[in-house]
């Protein structure tokens, strides 16, 4: 093991809760408990800040794939910070198909990559046609960020996005997110997709469930919404 992976390590045990462990493990059913330290998501960032500017962080970056549960979000909010759009998403593709779980896939907020929408946008749409679970779940994610719901909207992330055929829960459910918080940043765009029942019956009744729950659907809307619903 290397030294900057031996402290690291010895860092996140040094802030492991037990019972926060516990209760996040049962988040998160598709990793073992025993992947999980137990470190608040806070102090996580707070080492991701400490140790990314080492010489030595390529040491880590690279060792994949990790054992715990936090080295990966350690990881994520690492590459989240590079600078250099070449390099962090270099980074991001090497980690993507590492990630095994929703709070790790969520995590993340690249702006060197944001910070160029138009041509990070071709790599997001490579990604939504991966056959891996949480690279197409990363992919909905990056779409439902303020830059693309709101500065860059487009139809066309609409249609590729109600296109996906997985079957796979996590990624059925972050298309019933991405819906409902498009209902509410883009809603005049959004409502043809629900009216015409442009997505899978669960999705489409968890999306307006969703949007039904936000404060940022105007009561006249939540009640059509409501109405908008397949009956099983």
Same mark, same amino acid.
């Given at each position: 093991? %290397? $030294?900057?992976?031996?402290?690291?390590?010895? @860092? +996140?045990?040094?802030?492991?809760?037990?019972?926060?462990?516990?209760?996040?493990? !049962?988040?998160?059913? &598709?990793?073992?408990k025993e992947s999980i330290i137990g470190v608040r998501v806070p102090d996580v960032k707070n080492i991701a800040k400490e140790f990314r500017g080492r010489e $030595?962080?390529?040491?880590?970056?690279?060792?994949?794939?990790?054992?715990? /549960?936090?080295?990966?979000?350690?990881?994520?909010?690492?590459? !989240?910070?590079?600078? $250099?759009?070449? &390099?962090? =998403?270099?980074?991001?593709?090497?980690?993507?198909? /590492?990630?095994?779980?929703?709070? &790790?896939?969520?995590? %993340? *907020?690249?702006?060197?990559?944001? @910070?160029?929408?138009?041509?990070?946008?071709?790599?997001? #749409? =490579?990604?939504?046609?991966?056959?891996?679970?949480?690279?197409? #779940?990363?992919?909905?994610?990056?779409?439902? *960020?303020?830059?693309?719901?709101?500065?860059?909207? !487009?139809?066309?992330?609409?249609?590729?996005?109600?296109?996906? &055929? !997985?079957?796979?829960? /996590?990624?059925?459910?972050?298309?019933?997110? /991405?819906f409902a918080t498009a209902l509410a940043k883009q809603y005049e765009s959004t409502l043809p997709f629900i009216e015409k029942q442009?997505?899978?019956?669960?999705?489409?009744?968890?999306?307006?469930?969703?949007?039904?729950?936000?404060?940022?659907?105007?009561?006249?809307?939540?009640?059509? =919404?409501?109405? +908008?619903?397949?009956?099983?």
């Amino acid at each position: 093991m %290397s $030294d900057i992976k031996k402290e690291i390590r010895e @860092k +996140l045990f040094s802030l492991a809760d037990e019972k926060y462990r516990d209760f996040h493990s !049962s988040l998160m059913p &598709t990793i073992p408990k025993e992947s999980i330290i137990g470190v608040r998501v806070p102090d996580v960032k707070n080492i991701a800040k400490e140790f990314r500017g080492r010489e $030595d962080i390529g040491e880590f970056l690279c060792d994949l794939p990790h054992k715990y /549960y936090e080295e990966n979000n350690l990881h994520i909010f690492i590459i !989240s910070a590079i600078k $250099d759009y070449e &390099t962090c =998403l270099a980074e991001l593709e090497r980690f993507l198909p /590492y990630i095994d779980n929703w709070a &790790t896939c969520d995590g %993340s *907020n690249p702006k060197a990559l944001l @910070k160029q929408p138009h041509r990070f946008y071709e790599k997001v #749409r =490579l990604w939504l046609k991966s056959d891996k679970t949480y690279t197409v #779940r990363y992919a909905v994610d990056i779409l439902m *960020n303020r830059v693309y719901l709101e500065d860059n909207f !487009s139809v066309e992330h609409l249609e590729l996005i109600s296109s996906l &055929t !997985s079957d796979d829960y /996590y990624v059925k459910m972050v298309v019933a997110w /991405y819906f409902a918080t498009a209902l509410a940043k883009q809603y005049e765009s959004t409502l043809p997709f629900i009216e015409k029942q442009k997505l899978p019956v669960w999705t489409h009744n968890k999306a307006i469930q969703k949007a039904t729950e936000s404060r940022r659907i105007t009561d006249e809307q939540k009640e059509y =919404l409501r109405k +908008l619903k397949i009956k099983k």
